[in-house]
């Protein structure tokens, strides 16, 4: 089923509902509404299959709500897409094909499946892995946040120790 298919729909649905047979709705805001549905209707579907295992692991679950977010497709943002129907907008336009890519809720179950692995033991360790062989490390918030409150005050100590020097000196 294309975009048009879904307008004629909504406009049949429209026309039958008491009342709103006199309301005008263009084109293009039909279109939004179509597409809305659509986005409603497969948000749903980007849902990992382990889904349970968010419950007991912070890292997955972590994992499995930001992939949620990303894929809430906004009007203005992507063309409306969500973050993976936005990556192969390039693909569909450069082929010349529908820009709202239709992809199946298997798919999207395959995609935050996988999406969520990276925040189990075994995904997590794949990312360290993977980012040190880039030349980076994980390090956690609390520790990142001990060595900068560490790094103040070593500042502030070869500060004080200089000031002391220099009174000294004089």
């Given at each position: ?81 969500g973050t993976l129907s ?71 100590l070869m500060v004080l120790t200089k000031e ?7």
């Amino acid at each position: 089923m294309n975009e048009r298919d879904d307008y004629y729909r909504l406009r049949n649905v429209l026309n039958n509902i008491e009342g709103v047979s006199d309301i005008h709705i263009s084109e293009e805001e039909l279109e939004d509404i179509a597409n809305s549905a659509r986005i409603d209707i497969s948000h749903t579907a980007n849902v990992g299959v382990f889904k349970e295992r968010v419950k007991h692991n912070e890292r997955e679950k972590a994992f499995h709500l930001n992939w949620l977010h990303e894929n809430r497709p906004v009007p203005f943002v992507n063309n409306g897409n969500g973050t993976l129907s936005d990556l192969f907008s390039e693909y569909s336009k450069k082929h010349k094909l529908n820009p709202f890519i239709e992809i199946s809720d298997r798919e999207r179950t395959i995609v935050a499946t996988a999406i969520q692995w990276l925040g189990s033991n075994v995904g997590w360790g794949f990312l360290e892995n993977t980012l040190k062989d880039c030349g980076f490390k994980i390090i956690e918030a609390k520790k990142m946040e001990e060595l900068y409150s560490d790094s103040r005050k070593l500042r502030k100590l070869m500060v004080l120790t200089k000031e002391l020097k220099e009174n000294n000196l004089e």
